[in-house]
Each structure stands twice: as structure tokens, then as C-alpha cells.
């Protein structure tokens, strides 16, 4: 059973950093893709930002410039560093993970940014 579990998360002010990271636990082996999602109160959830295996990486045009997903493998953490935070990223950050046809999900961490 794999699990992930999200930190990082707080309150912010608006133009300050927060750094986001999600321990994968429970697995033996590479994730395709490992990635962060958010869902802000009476809206859906949408993707944030993506590593895929072979590196490449995909963000929200939200948060390009802004928002950096890394990993380290050894310590089967993903982050998200999250810069010049604004009011609107205010949301629950989830850690997402996918395996061929399995997908995984963190329980979230709330981040709020004040204006």
C-alpha cells in the first residue's frame, strides 16, 4: 500500500514563499509521474504543476515563473516551492503519484496567503 503524505502547508503573506513536500511511503519502485494539485473552496481541483519520469515538468500557467516541482528520489520526496505567493493560490495542496494504472493521492495541507 502505498501512501503519501503532504507538509509545508500554513499561512502566508502575499508576496511571501512556502515549501510544500510529500513523502511517498509503502512502494518499491519509480513512480511515472509524481505531482502537486490544489482545490480552492467551490471550485474543482486542477493540477498545479507535474514531474514526469523523464524529468519534464508541466505548471499551471497560474503559476509558471512562480511555483518549481522537484524530487529526490533517494528520500521518495516531491516538492513544490512555491514564491510571490498571491491571495488566489490560497487552496488545499494535494500530493498526487501515479504508477501505470494506479494513482495515489495525499489527505492535503491547507495553504493560505493574506493580502
Known amino acids: 500500500q502505498v501512501q503519501l503524505v503532504e507538509s509545508g502547508g500554513g499561512l502566508v503573506q502575499a508576496g511571501g514563499s512556502l515549501r510544500l513536500s510529500c513523502v511517498a511511503s509503502?512502494?518499491?519502485?519509480?513512480?511515472?509521474?509524481r505531482g502537486w494539485y490544489r482545490q480552492a473552496p467551490g471550485k474543482q481541483r486542477e493540477m498545479v504543476a507535474l514531474?514526469?519520469?523523464?524529468?519534464?515538468?508541466m505548471y499551471a500557467d497560474s503559476v509558471k515563473g512562480r511555483f518549481t516541482i522537484s524530487r529526490d528520489e533517494a528520500k521518495n520526496t516531491v516538492y513544490l516551492q512555491m514564491n510571490s505567493l498571491k491571495p488566489e493560490d490560497t487552496a488545499v495542496y494535494y500530493c498526487?503519484?501515479?504508477?501505470?494504472?494506479?494513482?495515489?493521492w495525499g489527505q492535503g495541507t491547507q495553504v493560505t496567503v493574506s493580502s
Open positions: 498526487n503519484a501515479n504508477r501505470g494504472p494506479v494513482t495515489y
Open positions: 514531474r514526469f519520469a523523464s524529468s519534464s515538468t
Open positions: 509503502g512502494s518499491s519502485s519509480s513512480f511515472n509521474v
